[in-house]
C-alpha cells in the first residue's frame, strides 16, 4: 500500500477517535443516535477498504493506536448493544414479529452465519448447543433452530437483556427450543450434553472465559468463536487477537464471504496434546 493511502487511513481513525473519545457506552445506549451513527459511518467505509495485511499489523502494534482501537471497540460493542434492544422492542411490539426479525439490517449476515457454525461443527438436527453471551436478540440460535432444527440453550450475564431475549423467543414461538438463562462461563459446563459451545463476540472477557473453559470442560468438548482477520476491521475489534489457551486445538476456520465480515473459529479441547 503506497504510504500516502496509509497515512490518510491512520490520520481519518485518529481524527475518528478524537471525536468519539470522550462518549461512553451509556452515552451510545441511551443518546441520540447522531451522536456516533456519522462516526460509525466513516468506520464502515474504512472497514470496506481494501488494505495489505501487513499494513494493519503496523497498525496494530503501534502503541498510538491501542488506547483508540480499545475505545473505538467498545462503542461499537455499545452500539451493537443498542440496535439489538431496539429491534426486539420493535419485534414485540409487533403483529407479526418475524416480519420484524427478517427485515432487522443484519438478518440475512446471521444466516450466513449459521450456515457456517453448522457446517464447521458438523451439527446435525436436533444437536443442542449453547451460546455463551446471547444478548437480548439470540440471532445465532434463532436462525440455526428455525434452520437447521437445532436446539440451544442462551447465557447471559445482564439480567435486563436476558429477561428481554426471553421474552422475544416466548413470542417467536420457540420456548420449546431455545432456552434463556441468566448467568456467565462460570454456568458451563451445563448437565445437559450438548455438541458446540459458542463463544459470543460480546462475551468477555475472552482471556478469562477460555481460561477457565480450559479448565472446566471435559476433553472432546467443541468451541466456536468469532474474529475479524481480514483488513481494517482488525482495528474495530479488541477482542480478535487474545491468545487461545494450549488446551484447545484449532480445527477449523471458514473464511467469509460478503455481506459476512466474522470468520468462525472452531476449536476442540484435548488436554492430552
Known amino acids: 500500500m503506497k504510504k500516502t493511502a496509509l497515512n490518510f487511513i491512520k490520520e481519518e481513525f485518529m481524527d475518528i477517535y478524537g471525536a468519539v473519545r470522550d462518549l461512553s457506552d451509556e452515552d451510545i445506549l441511551n443518546g441520540p443516535e447522531d451522536i456516533f451513527r456519522p462516526y460509525l459511518e466513516r468506520l464502515n467505509r474504512l472497514g470496506a ?29 455499545a452500539n451493537g448493544l443498542k440496535m439489538e434492544i431496539q429491534a426486539v422492542r420493535s419485534i414485540l411490539a409487533d403483529h407479526d414479529p418475524w416480519a420484524q426479525v427478517k427485515r432487522f439490517i443484519y438478518y440475512p449476515n446471521y444466516l450466513q452465519l449459521a450456515r457456517m457454525e453448522y457446517r464447521g461443527a458438523n451439527l446435525r438436527p436436533k444437536d443442542r448447543v449453547v451460546f455463551l453471551g446471547s444478548g437480548p436478540f439470540p440471532l445465532s440460535l434463532i436462525c440455526l433452530c428455525t434452520q437447521y432444527g437445532i436446539e440451544g440453550i442462551g447465557i447471559e450475564q445482564v439480567p435486563a437483556f436476558a429477561e428481554l431475549a426471553g421474552e422475544l423467543i416466548e413470542t417467536l414461538a420457540l420456548a420449546s427450543r431455545i432456552h434463556i438463562m441468566q448467568g456467565n462461563h462460570f454456568f458451563l459446563p451445563l448437565q445437559q450434553p450438548c455438541r458446540l459451545i459458542m463463544v459470543g463476540a460480546d462475551a468477555l472477557p475472552k482471556d478469562e472465559i477460555f481460561a477457565h473453559l480450559a479448565k472446566a470442560l471435559p476433553n472432546g468438548t467443541k468451541l466456536s468463536y468469532r474474529i475479524y482477520e481480514k483488513g481494517l476491521r482488525r482495528l474495530m475489534d479488541d477482542q480478535s487477537s487474545f491468545e487461545v489457551p494450549p488446551e484447545f486445538q484449532e480445527y477449523c476456520r471458514i473464511r467469509p464471504r460478503p455481506p459476512v465480515n466474522n470468520t468462525p473459529v472452531f476449536l476442540v479441547k484435548n488436554s492430552g496434546l
Open 49 to 77: 477498504m481494501d488494505i495489505d495485511d501487513h499494513a494493519v499489523e503496523e497498525m496494530l502494534y503501534d502503541p498510538g493506536f491501542e488506547s483508540a482501537t480499545r475505545h473505538i471497540s467498545r462503542l461499537k460493542r
